[in-house]
């Protein structure tokens, strides 16, 4: 349903460096619209990690760090860490038919 | 800082109508956009709608027959009527401050899960 696609799951060991990939179309990422992510670890409220595509909010760590190319978007972690085993998910302008705000599928972080 | 909280009951019949309401605190709902959204369990997050202070409104194509979302500056407090709710609506539902121009969704409620079961 979701027209934002991301791997469901990527692990690592602590220290070391992943990379969460978010795939849209021309429609949405393509077109130019801001990308957003977010940390959810379950049972709690999801955080806002990275907005517009590469800015952190104030208290997040810069080992988070984000970009954008074409249609796609891009979330890393570096110096991977325990506390970083969480949901994350990449967010963007839709369009009328999907919905404004469309969400990616979300991807699984495992710290080894 | 700003908090919001999620209240209503957490079970629902098939076919009756899902009822949340979301309350913030630490700051005022003017001048800002509210969102519902929701997960179904081992699903993603799905944008149910939004809210403008001044009552405007936009939802997902794939609710918009059945939801309803409006708001109350005085209390502080913007609420979801989901109507004609199915299995399918079970699920967590979060209310969040946003879209805010640029960065998204910014603040989010712990979530409440609602079922719905007969």
């Known amino acids: 349903q979701s027209v934002l696609t991301q791997p469901p799951s990527v692990s690592g060991a602590p220290g070391q460096r992943v990379t969460i990939s978010c795939t849209g179309s021309?429609?949405?990422?393509?077109?130019?619209?801001?990308v957003h992510w977010y940390q959810h670890l379950p049972g709690t409220a999801p955080k806002l990690l990275i907005y517009?595509?590469?800015n952190r909010p104030s208290g997040v760590p810069d080992r988070f760090s984000g970009s954008k190319s074409g249609t796609s978007a891009s979330l890393a972690i570096s110096g991977l860490q325990a506390e970083d085993e969480a949901d994350y998910y990449c967010?963007?302008?839709?369009?009328?038919?999907?919905?404004?705000?469309?969400f990616g599928t979300g991807t699984k972080v495992t710290v080894l | 800082q700003v908090q919001l909280q999620e209240s209503g009951p957490g079970l629902a019949k098939p076919s009756e109508t899902l009822s949340l309401t979301c309350t913030v605190s630490?700051?005022?709902?003017?001048?800002?956009?509210w969102s519902w959204i929701r997960q179904p369990p081992g699903v993603g997050l799905e944008w149910i709608g939004y809210?403008?202070?001044?009552?405007?409104?936009n939802y997902n194509p794939s609710l918009k027959s059945r939801v309803t979302i409006s708001i109350d500056t005085s209390k502080n407090q913007f609420s979801l009527k989901l109507s004609s709710v199915t299995a399918a609506d079970t699920a967590v539902y979060y209310c969040?401050?946003?879209?805010?121009?640029?960065?998204?969704?910014?603040?989010w409620g712990q979530g409440t899960t609602v079922t719905v079961s007969s």
């Open positions: 630490g700051g005022s709902i003017n001048r800002f956009y």
């Open positions: 021309s429609s949405n990422i393509g077109a130019g619209y801001d």
């Open positions: 809210i403008y202070y001044s009552g405007s409104t």
């Open positions: 967010q963007s302008y839709g369009s009328s038919l999907s919905g404004l705000y469309v």
């Open positions: 969040a401050r946003g879209p805010v121009a640029g960065r998204g969704m910014d603040v």
């Open positions: 517009g595509n590469s």
